[in-house]
């Protein structure tokens, strides 16, 4: 069972060792909370019944001047637990980019990359800005996280992360595993959509925008898409993220529980699914 969308900005130990960690988390990501031992993590995991998570970095270096968390301190982080699965990020706009995801991949061991193109100020569908590093991931077998639909952050932009700019990322690389984040909301039904025709798209569920995650759950994947959909065609799709620690993990993971759900397909979404997508599955 895997937590597919976590980002580790309240790790106390990290904190202490990298103070400005802290002010990144407030000020750039907008988390308020208090630190919070690596046990705590821990925890989340255990009362919500999973094994690991996916732990995301951003690197938005040229647009905020900060790397949340970089790809080394993600490193550092995994050595601290085996139950934390490392993803990179490299910035979009630095020169030979692609080469900092080959290092954080093939030297750091980071299984995945994550970009966000609200905070790091990009077009996905940038095709002649963008092909180096979606070449270079594509070639290194990753699955490529992109933040999806609404930003918390303050001073981003949406525009930069309406789903269908996905489109020809999909189409021009086939062999690229891309996840949207969040269900895109508000565009879920273009993330949908998306998933149902290309293969290598995928959404994770760490949406949650309004009251509760049970009642917001409910009503992207019970109202704006039938459950009829998700068991019938999207159940080898979608991967669980909770978005922790904006949201936390427990109530996620009750949350999809309760949806009604077939146990042979939360079975997918918690762990199957992710697992093909980091390769240990077929």
Aim: aromatic share 10%; hydrophobic share 40%; net charge positive.
């Amino acid at each position: 069972m895997i937590d597919f969308h976590t980002h580790p900005l309240l790790v106390r130990e990290m904190i202490k060792k990298h103070p400005d960690l802290k002010r990144i988390a407030q000020d750039i990501f907008y988390i308020r909370n208090n630190p919070q031992p690596l046990e705590t993590f821990h925890l989340e995991l255990d009362v919500s019944g999973l094994e690991r998570a996916v732990i995301l970095p951003i690197d938005a270096y040229t647009t905020k001047q900060c790397r949340i968390y970089s790809n080394e301190q993600i490193a550092e982080l995994c050595k601290m637990s085996n139950r934390l699965v490392g993803f990179a990020s490299v910035d979009p706009h630095k020169k030979n980019a692609e080469e900092d995801l080959e290092f954080a991949v093939k030297k750091l061991k980071l299984r995945g990359l994550k970009l966000d193109p609200s905070l790091q100020e990009f077009y996905p569908n940038d095709l002649k800005f963008m092909t180096p590093i979606y070449s270079k991931a594509q070639a290194l077998g990753i699955p490529l996280i992109f933040h999806s639909g609404m930003s918390w952050e303050p001073k981003v932009k949406a525009k930069y992360s309406q789903p269908l700019l996905l489109e020809d990322v999909a189409f021009e690389f086939p062999e690229l595993k891309i996840v949207i984040a969040h269900f895109g909301w508000p565009w879920v039904l273009d993330s949908v959509m998306l998933a149902l025709k290309y293969p290598n798209i995928y959404i994770d569920t760490s949406c949650l925008y309004f009251d509760n995650p049970k009642d917001f759950l409910g009503f992207v994947m019970t109202k704006q898409v039938p459950l009829s959909l998700i068991e019938k065609s999207l159940r080898h799709k979608i991967v669980f993220g909770s978005n922790y620690p904006r949201v936390e993990i427990k109530n996620m993971a009750g949350a999809m529980r309760s949806l009604g759900l077939s146990e042979q397909c939360l079975n997918l979404i918690f762990s199957e699914n992710a697992k093909k997508l980091l390769g240990e599955a077929k």
